[in-house]
């Protein structure tokens, strides 16, 4: 599979740049192994600190409210019971840790299934290698509008981490630079559009 390659004008280079079709074109991408990868992905980020009181930890009196019979309503132990506002939560959150293991193999079948997507669906654009001269935002945006993915969330995947570009992108909500080693199969299908540079799609080949 072949792609054009554009400038950050905006404008056709008339240069080519060939995907690896074990990486880009699978005849059978794993949607299984994708939702394993991005599940992980999710998990991995939470904390798992969340936390609630139980009718042990709940301060308050043990006395019982009232008789077990003859109230006319329900019968009620203390305070705490979990009838009553201001008492434990029954089965309530604890800490816990999420994350999970999944094995290198599958993981890189996600991606290579993930990247196979955005190439049936269109949604991959090869921009020349740029760099700017100081970090400024509308340098980026002037970039985004002229490849006409100005209005949707993207992914600039660079072949090296490039501390001008990141910064110049780093106010803009739907943009996100990341280095082509460290793109894993959320980020590539957490956008409309994956942007690469020339020089970074020799890295995602040999995904």
């Known amino acids: 599979m072949e792609l054009a390659v554009y400038n950050i004008k905006g404008e056709d280079t008339g240069k ?29 980020q939470r904390q798992g600190t969340h936390k609630s009181k139980e009718r ?3 301060a308050g ?5 009232g008789r077990q ?19 434990g939560r029954v089965f309530g959150p604890k800490p816990r840790d999420y ?8 993981k890189a079948l ?21 760099s700017f001269d100081a970090p400024k935002t ?3 945006v002037a970039l985004t509008r002229n490849l006409k993915v100005d209005d949707k969330k993207i992914v600039l995947v660079l072949a090296g981490m490039d501390r001008n570009v990141y910064l110049s992108a780093r106010n803009l909500e739907n943009t996100r630079v990341v280095s082509a080693c460290d793109l ?5 299908l957490d956008n409309k559009m994956l942007v690469v540079t020339e020089s970074s799609v020799e890295v995602l080949n040999q995904f």
């Open 16 to 44: 080519k740049v060939t995907l690896n079709e074990a990486v880009f074109g699978l005849e059978n991408p794993s949607e299984h192994a994708v939702y394993l990868d991005v599940k992980q992905y999710l998990g991995n």
């Open 99 to 106: 994350r999970t293991k999944l094995n290198k193999k599958v």
């Open 56 to 58: 042990s930890e709940i």
């Open 138 to 140: 509308k340098d980026f």
């Open 110 to 130: 996600a991606r290579r299934s993930a990247l196979t997507y955005k190439a049936q669906n269109d949604q991959i654009i090869v921009v020349e290698d740029f």
């Open 61 to 65: 009196s043990t006395k019982k409210l």
């Open 184 to 188: 894993n199969t959320y980020r590539v």
């Open 69 to 87: 019979k003859g109230g006319g309503g329900a019968r009620h132990g203390d305070i705490k019971s979990p009838l009553l506002r201001g008492g």
